[in-house]
């Protein structure tokens, strides 16, 4: 099987790494050279346009920053430069709405396609342990599921179009939530007397223990591994998480949800995201409970 993957940045270049080393032939192509040189040094054979890359591929897999490059990508010529009949996986974070446009784009250029995002930031893509979530055809999800064995470690098929990128929009705004509840924990418990080692043996053992606490504990020291212990170095960036709050948002309002902790985190997120926040983990957020 030949995949074409476009998109080789901080997610795209280990998951196309993966499928390398898992003996697929992969072709990239990303707008930044220095990002193709890497994955060229990892097995990935260099492109010099998307259209080539998806020349003669049976998978297209794209890894793109926002819904208007899926679209852009997908009505500029990159289906027709591909053979009649093949997949377009998009592991993008999109709307739902541009997840089901792009669905009928390139159905009606007759390929089959699949949305399906991902979680577990740019750890899970190097260790290959990411979460996928998938919106399309159970015949195109049959035909993909070896390769998001090889990329990811749980994989769900959410239903039609759009349902992947629904499943990703909802887990990660109740992420968001969380990660803000347990920053104003470690708060709490900091101006109450209470070392971020203790309250962390309490939390990581009882009711309240979550991935946002044993994981990606947001103060430095209890969890080693974690982004807080290493300078917020992402992990999943305060940038992406605020772009994918606001298709939270756009979610719930679009659908008349009441979800009042969903829009408060997005707010919190929003406010936060600056340009010297924005390439930290999200969990960095715990400045601004620490003021003062």
């Known amino acids: 099987m030949k ?8 997610m795209g270049s280990h998951m196309a790494r993966n499928l390398v080393d898992a003996g697929y032939s992969v ?3 990303d707008v930044v050279q220095a990002a193709i040189k890497v994955a060229a040094e990892h097995g990935v054979t260099p492109a010099e346009t998307a259209e080539d890359a998806v020349n003669g591929a049976d ?21 027709a430069a591909a053979d009649p009949g093949i997949l377009f996986i998009d592991s993008s974070t999109i709307a739902v709405d ?7 784009l390139a159905t009606d250029a007759g390929h089959s396609t699949l949305d399906a995002p991902v979680s577990g930031g740019t750890t899970g893509a ?3 342990t990411l979460t996928f979530m998938v919106g399309g055809s159970q015949e195109a999800f049959d035909k993909a599921k070896p390769l998001f064995d090889v990329m990811g470690r749980q994989v769900v098929h959410a239903g039609e179009s759009g349902t992947g990128q629904a499943a990703k929009i909802v887990n990660n705004m109740a992420l968001a939530i969380n990660t803000i509840g347990t920053a104003e924990a470690f708060t709490l418990g900091k101006n109450l007397g209470l070392s971020h ?18 994981t990606n504990c947001p103060v430095p020291g209890p969890v080693p591994g974690s982004p807080a212990s290493n300078d917020y ?15 939270a948002r756009e979610a719930i309002e679009s659908t008349n949800t009441p979800a009042d902790f969903g829009m408060a985190a997005y ?4 406010e936060f995201n600056s340009e010297d926040t924005s390439g930290k983990d999200f969990s960095a957020i715990i400045a601004t409970k620490q003021k003062g």
């Open 233 to 247: 170095r992402p992990g999943f960036a305060t940038g992406l998480m605020a772009k994918d709050l606001t298709l």
């Open 3 to 10: 995949i074409a993957f476009l998109g080789l940045g901080n």
């Open 126 to 128: 190097e260790k290959g």
């Open 98 to 104: 541009d997840a089901v446009q792009a669905a009928k």
């Open 267 to 270: 707010r919190a997120y929003t």
């Open 27 to 29: 072709t990239g192509f």
């Open 197 to 214: 080692q203790t309250l962390y043996d309490v939390m990581s053992t009882s009711a309240a223990q979550s991935w946002s606490v044993t």
């Open 59 to 79: 998978v297209v897999i794209t890894m793109f920053p926002a819904g208007k490059h899926v679209l852009e990508a997908y009505s500029s010529g990159l289906l």
